[in-house]
């Protein structure tokens, strides 16, 4: 048994997501590229490789990570470059893609040896949390005014509208590709590929992928355009683990557990957005607060029903733990990092790595 704090990956349950990426790429004709942002946990991107078309990137590391242990098609993108980066991104990238028209003109002469595009916001957007809103009131995400964009029509050849958010509905999409072409189509006409970004779940059970792929085949065909997907959580949804140990029981008007790892340092995300963890099947009479060991008060995973009375030494699986977790990781308290393990397609377990106190020390100075 591995030692828990883990997370596991399982490729089968990877595979689910793979097959569907391959599909919707088969029948669009789109390309899928993984958002590494999302997820970068490039042990099983040797896996990943055979479905999707390359990586995109948000960072130099992310751009030089995917060009390095992913390979294929290898697209930059960042809200902004420094001067001391930029022939070190364009040397790992395939395309790069400017978040505004200043970076566009002041990296042209360093960026100009590669395929350039430029971020459009269309100022529309999915998401119902400002803090992941890319068309929130005065946002920094990309260029929104055709007037302004036609102008630099000669330095670039496409270009990346993300503006979907954790959005699992087709109508909601549709619409807003609808309200695309209506604001963009002058630019859209003159572009050679457009990549729609991430954000949208259509690996999950109940979207409708036929219609999904006819949509980006017509728009594909409208514009003339080669399309590009990002999908960073669609990818990896529901593949992944945290494996983790009750270490102590407490009752303070509430039946608590508290387990060797901690939401603050291990799934940051649900924090930031203030979500409950998952656990499954979530079924039973006995109902647990689980939380976290770090010294947080609202350090809690949440609180779930299990089919018995857990006890110290009992282990608990949080689902859904490789989206905007793996890479979120931090050494807050010291408390020790999960290592990570795959289950391979034949149910054999292999841990990939193991963090040290060494890791922990290095990490700072
Ligand atoms: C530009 C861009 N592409 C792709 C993604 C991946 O989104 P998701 O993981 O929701 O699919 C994001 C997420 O923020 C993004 O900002």
Known sequence: MIQTPYYLIDKSKLLRNMEKIALLRERSGAKALLALKCFATWGVFDFMRDYMDGTTSSSLNEVRLGHERFGKETHAYSVAYADYEIDEVVSHADKIIFNSIGQLQRFEKQSAGIIRGLRLNPGVSSSTFD???????????????????????????????????????????????????????????????????????????????????????????????????????????????????????????????????????????????????????????????????????????????????????????????????????????????????IRELDGSLRTVREFSYTDYEQSLS
């Open 131 to 341: 803090l992941a809103d890319p068309a929130r009131p005065f946002s920094r995400l990309g260029e929104w005014d055709v007037k302004q964009v036609e102008p630099v029509m000669d330095l670039i050849s496409g270009f990346m509208i993300h503006n979907n958010c954790e959005n699992g509905d087709f109508d909601l999409f549709d619409t807003m590709l609808g309200q695309i072409e209506e604001k963009f189509s002058p630019l859209l006409k003159k572009a050679e590929w457009v990549s729609l970004g991430g954000g949208i779940h259509f690996t999950g059970d109940a979207y409708p992928l036929e219609r999904f792929a006819e949509r980006l085949k017509r728009f594909a065909g409208d514009y003339g355009v080669q399309v590009y997907l990002e999908p960073g959580e669609a990818s990896i949804t529901r593949s992944t683990t945290l494996e983790v140990t009750v270490l102590d029981k407490l009752y303070n008007g509430k039946d608590l557990v508290v387990v060797d790892s901690s939401i603050e340092a291990h799934m940051l995300d649900l924090l930031i957005y203030r979500e409950n963890a998952k656990v499954s099947p979530n079924q039973g009479p006995h109902r647990y607060m689980v939380c976290g060991k770090s010294c947080l008060a609202g350090d809690i995973f949440g609180e779930f029903d299990f089919p018995s009375e857990l006890n110290v030494g009992d282990r608990i699986s949080i689902q859904d733990a490789a989206g905007y977790t793996m890479v979120k990781k931090n050494w807050f308290n010291g408390v020790k990092m999960p290592a990570i393990a």
